[in-house]
């Protein structure tokens, strides 16, 4: 802020600094209004990781249960010897799930 000195008037002075302050007051009124003004703008995007997992979690939940007395039969014919594993369905069951893994 300038001084002049040909005018050394305290009363002048103390005008000025309230004019300066007004000023940046209505300033930074102006500019909170411009922010609101603007924050009806705002926008939300979903990155497509977020959709990815967003279907992922669909597919969790539409997951087959887990049947518990099937796995409890098949642990039983295993250990006493009663389950039969057929090699040609085993090899192309292996075969199928290679292919889709490419």
Known sequence: MAININ????????QQ????KVKQHSAQTASNNAQVKSSGQDSVSITPQAKQLN????????????????I???????SSGDYKINPEKLAASIAN??????
């Open 55 to 70: 279907e992922l979690q669909k597919k969790a939940v539409d997951a087959p249960v887990i049947n518990q007395k099937k």
């Open 17 to 20: 600094a309230q004019q300066n």
């Open 72 to 78: 409890d039969e098949l642990k039983k014919a295993i």
């Open 7 to 14: 005018n050394l008037n305290a009363s002048n002075q103390v």
């Open 97 to 102: 799930f290679e292919f889709k893994l490419v």
